[in-house]
């Protein structure tokens, strides 16, 4: 047996471990090393659960031969003591890029859209790529991996982050000697998937996330019927995707509220994603743990925000704030649901930040066996290859970290990082630790030394005579070297120090003047016992911010006007209000509604109830909530114009619960809306019908049993006449037609296909249609002039259906009687007009003339502005054409409710109808009535009181939250500026970004 | 059908009156009383049972006709008991006449090419014949601020009246003050060049702010020299500094407000009211310190930040008004011509939100007028002043009852046609006639 220093160790581990014996070898004799390396006596984590406190770890041929506390040692090893040091798994990060070129923007070319693919033989839309594999653009990155490897990673799973359908992912060891031979451990391992669009095309669908989930989706049905045989052409695409469906299947969401909408897409299809999340899970943790999929955590902890500008601060957002207070606990929340999880380095802007940042995760309650399970078994595990990375059992790859310690604790070194047996040195281990304090004197002068930091960094504080003087050290190779100031603190001048340390705890050493003249020292370690009661008191110290850290309690949504705790539904008795029925009975005064179990369950006067709370609406007003029947809040896209037909999306698949435009409406006694798709195409999107619940999660604010609706639009929108676009079919008023003739004549055939009972391919778009045409989905068109108005019920008619409802239908006027024949309704603007040409002819009275001529006729909102003022709006058809006032007061409640098919529920106070209700300060129409208590299905989600007391609430949290930024850049640590939250107002028109 | 009959007799009742469309009213040539409406002045005062008269386009009587008889033999006497007379509203800083359509760029004259644009007037493009201004008049809004858009420095504004053939023979108050945009703290990433859209502070502040105090330095150097060649934005600046025109700073946060009261004293401009204001709540005590009025943003306009209170558009006046700040509505953003007809509306809502009545009007009347520099004539019912008034069958700041029945503008019986009415008969007779 040979003892040698380990340092020598890297000479005798370059030689190529895995050596390929069946190569050829013409630059000398062929070397084959069959010895073996011991670290004995070190603490040795096989596994996080694991852990031998005196083991040996015994390696060969890159891989381990043995590991725990009885290991049997070879002759032939080389043998390093490494007592007093821990040995861990390295760590692995399953969401790289690593070695992978990041594709380029494709730049140039016309800024006009592109509808078509731009390959042949694969899938035909260009964003998706399962077809592409890392290891084609894959290169060793030396200087990455030395990063990696000093932050204590060995093995990452490499793809190309890019495109909706990406490919498969390569898993790299990041070894520094030899080739790809010994680092490719699997060259597909993974397959990766995201919401996001390739930059590398410029085809315009999906322009949105429900458009990418809806590619995503047909791409899954294609792929079954390909499958299948049934094609008769060849898509490299989803011969790739069918190919790879065995492996871990990783989803790129980056936020809870995607990886919400990722999951949803695979249950679909029983493909149960590995998740990138958002670090934002902790926030709706049901939700997540519901999805029963592991995730990859970032750590990019946010920075505190500089906010010591008071009038930048002003504009933060409560929840950009919290987001910073509560984030660190999202690893810990999620081990405490017993989320699975592995951690990434993805977005974090530098690696040497990231022990800091899994730090700063326990500091918040993770425990450290989880913290390490994070970073070796998950993800060895969601990788398959746990038998071969992630631990230090027998057979694994020798993949292992020598650390001074306790790898998350903050004084911990790592010394070295070891990949597949090849050494990497991040802290010599055989550094002497000089670090502690000295005395000495030189020339009468007495010194006193505190050498401390990192070994590699250390840094020194020089006192004479309780006097600071300036210095600095280097310390390398048992050399210890310093310049500090001369006592004349007005020269630049330096007394130099130089010192071998090699000897025991105290050295010799010489000092050099500026004058050239030369001194001899004696430094002496302190022993002292003051300093190890300082010692004690940093631990005391310690045990206090080993405690879990404060954490602001998160609210549903978690923002401003959330809820600690969701209201709960209540019985209610009001009492003595005028109530307006929108029924026979009309206006009721002086009446008493009684709600319970969340339904209406009497009216009349002098009701009681023992079990109810009794509100007492003397000289107020209570209506049934307000619904607008065309809303575009509360959804994360409004638009997938990527085609002239988007059937095959839907907004219940981007429903953002956490818009407080959801808040306002409901401030504004609006408690039901239908959020419908844009106007950038003449088949729109299908629409979400939503009750108000401010707080619920976005699939529990979806309407139970929603009536089926899809949007489409006519004229200037669909045409693209006002923006530069002149590739999209239709650009007239006459292609809306033909294009409507054509989609509606391929979903008949499709449907009697279907019916037949023979093969088809199944096509969402063409199923949403179908639907159509069997009379189970309805329309609400957005249109303005009459004759295209007329030419869509002549289509229908045509096709042996009703159009439902007419949006924005601002010449309905002119064909009121035609609406009347077809039976659709209309949900108009009050007083919209001028904005374009094809609104010239919009007037006020429309609404009156159709309601006149027998329209069942809504005012919406399109706005979510107006949106809070609908009573106001519907208060206008007084005005505007003489409507009576319970009439007008139904164009916002009862008559919406008719055109979505939820008239049987809401739109009236009835006995048995769900209790939706609105109690108003003053007459609803009145322009001074305001809202006081807006309540959905007897829980009351807007309070006017309620709303004050939270005002208060979010000054008092934000103060808090402002005063620990200040405390946390005090403390030195780093700080990001100020940001401003700003919301998108979202009408028909809006265009989604680039593909976010 | 029983509800049409009583609509068409509605429809007469309302424009009985009404003149040929679109050509304005004829000069005053009968002296008119009106009597027996509840007047409200503008400045805040009511007379339930008033008797107002007016005489070749100025009032020479406003009274309480319970107090005051007079003989009205003579006068064309319109009998408006249980009626409201309000003095014509006033809608400040809008783009009214200078663009049509949104969508149709010939008919967009807002926003001219570059910064520094004083010389930039919006009078000469000001359409009279505008479909959107004509939409306002039954509304009771005859009054309009015509202002240009863009640039650092966008233009000069113009006052007009609402019923007129040409723009000579609109305007009330010509060039009337110029708007600059100030600097905001908050510029947008440029997410086409792959940037974070979001706001983020603006690093350019400081630089922008004192391209300002330049150029306002280089006009005042400009107006001492003599013989100088002539520079049409300087010269155009000059009536800042012997108050002849106002400076409208169209600005929404503290910081800047606050700003653009300290450069404004420091750069001697006489006059100048803050536009927009969305902060202005948070300053008042130093706007009222310093006699500084805001043309407040519209109040039908969503809180600026997720945070804010919920009311806090529809309350920003009430918190201005408390604290003694002169403060009228404005109404600038998206669609605001064709929303301007809204303003009695914005002004109705301040009322559910804090406002007593005739405080609310004089948002849209009287302290307009004085913002604007035309409180001599306009902005109230007060005798000597211009009879510019309308009769509403009830209160003109709810929409159920501002129902016009006559309009004057200086004593002209204007038309409450407009295109949107002729329409609206058009159509009603057409659906009536199939009955």
């Known amino acids: ?996 | 059908m029983k509800k049409i009959n009583l609509y068409i007799v509605l429809l007469l009742l309302t424009f009985g009156f009404a003149n040929a469309q679109q050509t304005p009213g004829k000069k005053q040539t009968r002296t008119i009383a009106i009597t027996g409406a509840t007047a409200h002045i503008g400045n805040g005062e009511v007379i339930e049972n008033s008797l107002i008269i007016f005489k070749e386009g100025k009032l020479t009587t406003v009274v309480d006709a319970t107090v005051v008889k007079m003989d009205l033999t003579g006068m064309e006497v319109i009998n408006a008991s249980g009626k409201h007379v309000y003095p014509g509203f006033i809608i400040p800083n809008t783009t009214l006449g200078l663009v049509e359509i949104d969508a149709v760029r010939a008919t967009d004259d807002d926003s001219e090419l570059g910064s520094w644009n004083p010389h930039i007037r919006s009078l000469i493009a000001y359409n009279t014949e505008s479909k959107v201004v004509e939409s306002l008049r039954p509304n009771g809004v005859l009054l309009a601020q015509a202002t240009p858009r863009g640039g650092r420095i966008s233009g000069t504004s113009s006052v007009v009246q609402l019923d007129a053939w040409n723009w000579e023979d609109a305007v009330v108050k010509e060039d009337d003050g110029i708007h600059l945009n100030w600097p905001s703290s908050f510029s947008r990433g440029r997410w086409w060049m792959g940037e974070d859209p979001a706001m983020k502070v603006n690093k350019n502040y400081e630089k922008q702010v004192k391209e300002i105090v330049d150029f306002f330095n280089a006009t005042k150097a400009y107006s001492k020299g003599t013989n100088q060649t002539l520079n049409l934005p300087f010269q155009a600046t000059e009536g800042l500094f012997d108050g002849s025109k106002k400076l409208y700073i169209h600005v929404g946060n503290e910081k800047g407000i606050i700003d653009a009261v300290n450069f404004s004293k420091e750069n001697g401009v006489k006059e100048m009211t803050i536009v927009g204001g969305s902060d202005a709540y948070k300053v008042a005590d130093l706007l009222k310190q310093n006699n500084i009025s805001v043309l407040l943003k519209r109040v039908h306009s969503r809180p600026g930040q997720t945070d804010d209170d919920y009311d806090l558009p529809f309350k920003r006046a009430k918190l201005l008004v408390d604290k003694g700040v002169l403060v009228a509505l404005e109404g600038s953003g998206d669609m605001e011509r064709m929303n301007a007809r809204n303003l009695p509306f914005y002004a109705g809502t301040t009322v559910a939100h804090g406002l007593s009545k005739e405080q609310a009007l004089q948002l849209i009347t009287l302290n307009t007028a004085k913002i604007l520099g035309i409180d001599a004539a306009y902005g109230s019912l007060e005798e000597g002043k211009s009879a510019t008034l309308f009769i509403s069958e009830g209160d003109a700041l709810d929409m159920r009852t501002n129902i016009l029945t006559h309009a004057f503008i200086d004593g002209r019986l204007i038309s409450l046609e407009s295109h949107q009415t002729k329409l609206w008969k058009r159509y009603s007779e057409k659906l009536k006639t199939q009955d």
């Open chain 1, 1 to 996: 047996m040979l003892k040698i220093p380990l340092r020598l160790l890297l000479f005798l581990c370059s030689f190529s471990l895995l050596a390929q014996e069946y190569f050829p070898k013409n630059d000398g004799v062929k070397t084959i090393n069959t010895n073996y390396t011991a670290f004995t006596n070190a603490k040795i984590y096989i596994t996080p659960s694991q852990v031998i406190d005196n083991g040996t770890l015994l390696i060969k041929d890159g891989k381990i031969v043995a590991s725990g506390a009885q290991v049997t040692i070879p002759k032939n090893t080389t043998i390093v003591n490494v007592e007093g040091k821990s040995i861990y798994p390295s760590f692995i990060d399953m969401y790289s890029s690593f070695g992978v070129e990041k594709p380029k923007r494709e730049s140039g070319g016309s800024r006009s859209p592109q509808y078509n693919p731009t390959r042949t033989g694969y899938y035909w839309n260009d964003h998706v790529m399962p077809e592409s594999n890392a290891m084609s653009k894959f290169k060793f990155d030396s200087k990455k991996a030395k990063e990696l490897l000093n932050a204590g990673f060995g093995v990452v799973n490499t793809h190309i982050q890019d495109g909706i359908a990406r490919g498969t992912g390569t898993l790299v060891a990041l070894n520094t000697e030899g080739g790809n031979e010994v680092k490719i451990l699997e060259q597909k391992s993974g397959q990766y998937f995201s919401f996001s669009k390739s930059v590398t095309s410029r085809q315009s669908y999906p322009g949105s996330i429900m458009g990418s989930m809806a590619l995503l989706r047909q791409l899954y049905l294609d792929a079954d019927w390909y499958a299948k045989g049934n094609s008769k052409t060849k898509d490299l695409s989803i011969e790739a995707l069918n190919k790879n469906k065995s492996l871990v299947q990783i989803f790129s969401a980056g936020s809870r509220a995607n990886a919400l909408r990722a999951d949803k897409v695979g249950d679909q299809f029983d493909v149960q994603y590995v998740i990138l999340g958002g670090g934002d899970e902790y926030e709706r943790i049901n939700e997540v743990k519901a999805t029963n999929a592991a995730y990859i955590l970032p750590v990019n902890f946010q920075d505190a925000y500089d906010v010591e500008n008071v009038y930048l601060t002003q504009s933060l957002a409560l929840s950009d704030m919290r987001a910073w207070n509560q984030e660190p606990s999202n690893p810990k929340v999620l081990a405490d649901n017993n989320i699975s999880f592995a951690f990434t380095t993805h977005d974090l802007k530098s690696l040497k930040t990231f022990k800091a940042k899994l730090m700063k995760a326990i500091e918040y309650g993770l425990s450290k066996e989880k913290a390490l399970e994070a970073l070796t078994t998950t993800p060895a595990r969601l990788l398959g290859k746990q038998s071969e990375i992630g631990n230090l059992n027998k057979g694994a790859y020798a993949n292992f970290l020598i650390t001074s310690g306790d790898i998350f604790e903050k004084k911990t070194t790592i010394y070295e990082n070891w990949v597949q047996g090849t050494q990497t040195v991040v802290n010599d281990m055989n550094t002497k630790d000089i670090r502690g304090d000295y005395e000495f004197s030189i020339a009468r002068e007495n010194y006193k030394m505190t050498l401390k930091g990192e070994l590699s960094k250390l840094s020194s504080e020089i006192t004479i005579d309780d006097k600071k003087r300036g210095s600095k050290v280097s310390y390398s190779d048992d050399w210890l070297s310093i310049a500090m100031t001369s006592k004349d603190s007005t020269k630049q001048e330096f007394i130099r120090l130089i010192a071998n340390v090699s000897q025991g705890e105290n050295f010799n050493g010489k000092a050099l003047y500026p004058n050239g003249n030369e001194l001899t020292f004696y430094a002496r370690k302190i022993d002292s016992k003051t300093k190890n009661k300082e010692t004690k008191k940093t631990d005391s110290l310690k045990v206090d911010s080993s405690k879990t850290k404060d954490v602001t309690p998160v609210t549903y949504p978690n923002m401003a006007y959330g809820f600690k705790e969701l209201p709960k539904q209540e019985t209610l008795l009001f009492q003595n209000a005028t109530v307006w029925t929108n029924e026979a009975e009309g206006i009721l005064e002086q009446s008493d509604v009684l709600i319970k179990n969340g339904k209406i369950v009497k009216i009349g006067k002098n009701l009681s109830d023992s079990s109810a709370k009794v509100i007492d609406a003397t000289g107020k007003h209570l209506t049934s909530g307000v619904i607008d029947e065309h809303s575009h809040i509360a959804a994360s896209s409004i638009n997938e114009g990527g085609q002239n037909s988007s059937a095959e999306v839907s907004i219940e698949d981007v429903i953002d619960e956490e818009d407080i435009d959801i808040y306002r409406d409901l401030a504004g006694g609006v408690t039901t809306i239908q959020i419908l798709h844009g106007s950038a195409n003449p088949i729109g999107g299908r629409s979400a019908i939503i009750k108000l619940k401010w707080g619920e999660d976005s699939q529990d604010l979806i309407y139970k049993n929603s009536p089926k609706f899809i949007k489409f639009a006519l004229g200037e929108n669909v045409k693209q006449s006002n923006w530069s676009s002149f590739e999209r079919f239709p650009q007239t008023r006459m292609g809306v037609e033909q294009l409507y003739i054509d989609y509606f004549s391929r979903a008949k055939a499709y449907d009697a296909l279907k019916k037949s009972g023979k093969s088809y391919r199944k096509d969402v778009e063409m199923e949403v249609l179908a639907e159509i045409l069997n009379k189970e989905r309805f329309i609400s068109c957005h249109s303005y002039v009459q004759s295209e108005i007329n030419m869509l019920m002549k289509v229908a008619d045509q096709f042996n259906f009703n159009i439902n409802t007419f949006t924005h239908i601002l010449e309905g006027y002119k064909v009121a009687d035609k609406m009347v024949e077809h039976g659709v309704g209309g949900s108009t603007f009050s007083d919209w007009w001028a904005y374009k040409y094809e609104v010239n002819d919009a007037i006020p009275y429309n609404a009156a003339i159709m309601h006149n001529a027998g329209v069942v006729v809504a005012i919406n909102s399109d706005d979510g502005e107006m949106s809070r003022r609908l009573n106001q709006e519907a208060a206008k058809s007084v005005k505007y054409g003489g409507i009576s006032e319970e009439d007008a007061w139904k164009f916002v409640t009862l008559n919406p409710a008719k055109l979505l098919h939820i008239d049987d529920k809401v739109g009236s106070i009835k006995v048995g109808k769900d209790a939706d209700l609105v109690l108003w300060s003053d007459h609803p129409l009145s322009i001074y009535a305001k809202a006081e208590k807006t309540i959905i299905e007897g829980v009351t989600y807007f309070d006017i009181i309620r709303d004050e007391i939270m005002r208060s609430q979010i000054k008092k949290e934000k103060a808090e939250l402002i005063n620990q930024m200040m405390l946390a850049k005090n403390k030195g640590l780093k700080t990001q500026p100020i940001k401003k939250k700003e919301k998108d107002q979202m009408h028909c028109d809006y265009i989604d970004h680039e593909s976010h």
